[in-house]
């Protein structure tokens, strides 16, 4: 099974040395504008706790994918599932 990178490549049509470039390009553009990845926000539990209280408030039948995009979309905040 090909990876996503490899299906990437294969959809775009483009070498490896080019793919691997433009994603270099994207990744420090994200870093500029700061969008950071979830990783990089290091939230914990504690962190998105008062945004989660809040949000159920308002929203109470969210399910976990739908409160991830949640906190994400109100609040700013990239969350793991």
């Known amino acids: 099974m090909a990876?996503?990178?490899?299906k990437?490549?294969?959809?775009?049509?483009?070498s490896a040395?080019?793919?691997?470039?433009?994603l270099t390009k994207l990744k420090a553009?994200?870093?500029?504008m700061g969008?950071?990845?979830t990783w990089q926000q290091a939230h914990t539990p504690e962190s998105i706790h008062d945004?989660?209280?809040?949000?159920r408030h308002v929203f109470p039948n969210a399910g976990v994918?739908?409160?991830?995009?949640?906190?994400?979309?109100e609040r700013d905040m990239s969350v793991a599932r």
């Not at 994918?65 to 979309?73: G, N």
């Open 35 to 37: 969008l950071l990845r």
């Open 65 to 73: 994918r739908e409160m991830a995009s949640l906190l994400f979309h």
């Open 51 to 55: 945004a989660m209280v809040e949000l």
């Open 8 to 14: 990437l490549q294969v959809h775009l049509n483009i």
């Open 17 to 22: 040395d080019i793919l691997f470039a433009r």
């Open 29 to 32: 553009i994200r870093k500029n």
């Open 3 to 6: 990876s996503g990178i490899v």
